[in-house]
């Protein structure tokens, strides 16, 4: 009776060329702010956080691009880049895409939901407490009509959420708009 060995072979590394694995950021950062440092290199396809099995942020991120060209210079440009204090590590995706409907995330969700989003807000007041009437104010004034909301869009760019600008942004708004 002949008997044979067995070699298990190693799997090559798949490489998706437009995608980009990003660490090294804050973990409490909210997906939208990475997504919009990301957009720096390109138009970014989807964009998502990585959290463990309790659905805490693990400051890991998959980035998709829309082509090789915007990946790469994701990599060229966004590598060693700061946000939020912290330095950006931005390398080629190896590997199949994660699941976005992981139980990590589930639970994420599940303890957002739970906590009524209250550590975003808290964060985000915490960091700059002159900041929060302002940002008050804008989204009052934008929830009183669809054409006040308009204004603020146009106003403001591409980054809509109040919460995202400076304060000088704000003020200038705030006075040019007569915002109550």
Known sequence: MATTTET???????VDPVSVWVTG????????????????????????????????????????YKTEAEAQKAKDTLNGSQLDGKTLQVSEWTGKRPNWNSKGRQMHEMWAWWNNGQWKKRRRDEADPVKAPLIQRIKNYQKASPEQKESWYAFCGEIKDPARHEASKLE?????????
């Not at 298990?8 to 798949?14: A, F, L, R, S």
């Not at 409490?28 to 942020?57: I, N, T």
């Not at 200038?172 to 109550?180: E, L, R």
Request: one cysteine or more; proline letters at 7%; hydrophobic letters at 40%.
């Open 8 to 14: 298990k072979t190693e799997q090559p590394k798949t």
């Open 25 to 64: 950021f804050p973990k409490r950062l909210d997906w939208m702010e990475l997504k919009d440092h990301m957009r720096q290199a390109g138009e970014v396809a989807f964009c998502e956080m990585l959290y463990s099995q309790w659905g805490e942020p693990r400051g890991m991120a998959f980035v998709q």
């Open 172 to 180: 200038a708004f705030i006075n040019s708009h007569s915002v109550p």
